[in-house]
């Protein structure tokens, strides 16, 4: 245990007509294992992420009292409400990945404007920054989001509200230079899945994530923020009405004032199926505007950086989760039975875990 915050909260409900409990666990999982949130490894981990994910899970309600048969029942019937995504896209310098963040919040801030139409996907984009620092969070419809910024900021930040959120622990910090030389040019992507896209995709239990199962809700929701790169299209030509259409279009006229409705969304549909689905004439074409598929191909998770060398020491991934996994299992034999289970570290395994559970108020014969 890092020392990480784990949250949970605990309330009864009168499901017909009889009292049920329920639970509802918060868990930062990079930094309750290996101690920061700075980078990820990719979705060839989710396994062990799993994994560790559970053990931190049974712990946690074990250390506060629960029974055995009640974090059964938790485990069997959980539902996660968000899960996060997370990739790095490596830049060429500190300005270039601010030009990244800039060509991202223009693309979002065109489909905004188009979010009226129900088969744009933004629902809302709300941007900040101070002291240079931009960050970017977008709802999409149907309760997905998606945040970017660059994590090298928010961990060199000041400011109490982002201290919180760069919590690192005490083994963690002897790496700190290294990863912060790192992901110095790094634009951090973040996809927050929420509970209606997992039921989408059959991923209403962790038991059911695999690698490819997270790949297609990452490409899912990456298609629905409008960053899809442009598809091959087949050999589908434009009637000569559409064509001018088309041409208007890309002079730069408003069609969505010149056109009667029914005529803009066939229009639409048409030249979306000729030319590709980042060809939107509802989103208002500049000068040198912004190309949602050149946005979507620079930044998607195919693109992504991941922890090399010394550096995978400081990621949940097959290098570090090993021992980690012995380390919680042994913590969770502890906690269920009281019962000391065999180590050869002379007593220090024990005492960790004894500290523990008198500090985090666990079973009394634990404790003991």
């Known amino acids: 245990m890092t020392g990480a915050q784990i949250d949970l909260k605990y309330w009864v ?44 899970t049974k712990i946690t309600l074990t250390a506060l009292g629960f029974t055995p048969d009640e974090v059964a029942c938790f485990m069997e019937t959980t539902a996660p409400q968000q899960v996060e995504l997370t990739w790095h896209t490596a830049t060429a310098s500190k300005r270039a990945r601010l030009s990244a963040q800039r060509r991202t919040k223009d693309h979002f801030d065109a489909q905004r404007l188009a979010s009226g ?74 996809v927050l899945v929420g509970n209606e ?14 690698a490819e199962k997270l790949k297609e809700i990452i490409d899912y929701v990456w298609k629905k923020a409008g960053l899809a790169p442009e598809q091959p299209v087949g050999d589908v030509e434009l009637s000569p009405e559409v064509e001018v259409t088309w041409q208007r279009y890309l002079a730069g006229k408003d069609l969505v004032g010149e056109l009667p409705p029914h005529t803009f969304r066939r229009h639409r549909a048409l030249i979306k199926a000729a030319k590709g689905d980042d060809k939107d004439i509802a989103i208002r074409r500049k000068s040198r505007a912004v190309q949602p598929g050149a946005v979507g191909r ?22 570090t989760a090993p021992a980690i996994i012995e380390e919680l299992q042994w913590g969770l034999d502890f906690l269920e039975t009281g019962k000391i289970p065999d180590s050869d570290d002379g007593g220090q395994r024990a005492a960790r875990w004894i500290a523990f559970a008198a500090r985090e108020g666990g079973r009394r014969h634990a404790a003991k």
């Open 13 to 56: 409900e009168h499901v017909a007509g009889v009292a049920t409990a329920f639970a509802e666990v918060r868990i930062p999982l990079a930094s309750a294992t290996v101690g920061n949130n700075y980078a990820h490894a990719g979705l060839a981990s989710i396994g062990l992420e799993v994994k560790c994910g559970a053990l931190l």
């Open 117 to 190: 139409r129900h088969d744009v996907g933004v629902a809302d984009v709300h941007y900040e920054e101070g002291n240079g620092k931009p960050g970017l969070l977008v709802e999409l419809k149907g309760g997905d989001l998606f945040r970017q910024y660059g994590k090298a900021e928010q961990v060199s930040s000041r400011t109490l509200k982002i201290r919180t959120q760069r919590w690192m622990s005490e083994e963690a910090r002897k790496y700190r230079p290294m990863i912060l030389a790192e992901i110095e040019d790094h634009v951090r992507n973040e």
């Open 197 to 210: 896209t997992l039921r989408l995709f059959g991923a209403e239990h962790p038991s059911t994530w695999t």
């Open 298 to 319: 620079q930044q998607c998770y195919d693109r992504r950086t991941e922890p090399a060398g010394e550096l995978r020491k400081t990621v949940l991934c097959e290098v």
